[in-house]
Nanobody
Framework: HVQLVESGGGLVQPGGSLRLSCSTADMTFGIYDLGWYRQTPGNQREFVATITKRGVTEYADSVKGRFTITSDNAPNTVTVFLQMTNLGPADTAVYYC????????????????WGQGTQVTVSP
């Protein structure tokens, strides 16, 4: 059973920065790639970034150069961070930590696991 525990998020002014964290059992990493999606009301979840156990990263075009995804492996736990900089109102959303089975195509989300979501609001 994959559990994803998120922290971070909140209210920030335009141009500001925030860091999101997501922790899970270390055995998850390698079976799943870990990453982040975001969702605004009335819209589907949107891919933001992902990282593999080997450290290969991928970003949505809308966040390239502003967001950085990293991972930190500790005994029994892996934590994935999403450092967000130069935030703008368009980044306002609920951000979800994601675990995607490495055996599934990128766009196939039926077997993905999700965190509880954390709100990020960018407003003056």
């Amino acid at each position: 059973h994959v559990q994803l525990v998120e922290s971070g998020g909140g209210l920030v002014q335009p141009g500001g920065s925030l860091r999101l964290s997501c922790s899970t059992a270390d055995m998850t990493f390698g079976i799943y790639d870990l990453g982040w999606y975001r969702q605004t009301p009335g819209n589907q979840r949107e891919f933001v970034a992902t990282i593999t156990k080997r450290g290969v990263t991928e970003y949505a075009d809308s966040v390239k150069g502003r967001f950085t995804i990293t991972s930190d492996n500790a005994p029994n736990t892996v934590t994935v961070f999403l450092q967000m900089t130069n935030l703008g109102p368009a980044d306002t959303a609920v951000y979800y930590c994601n675990a995607h089975p490495i055996t599934m195509p990128r766009g196939e989300l039926a077997h993905d696991r999700w965190g509880q979501g954390t709100q990020v609001t960018v407003s003056p």
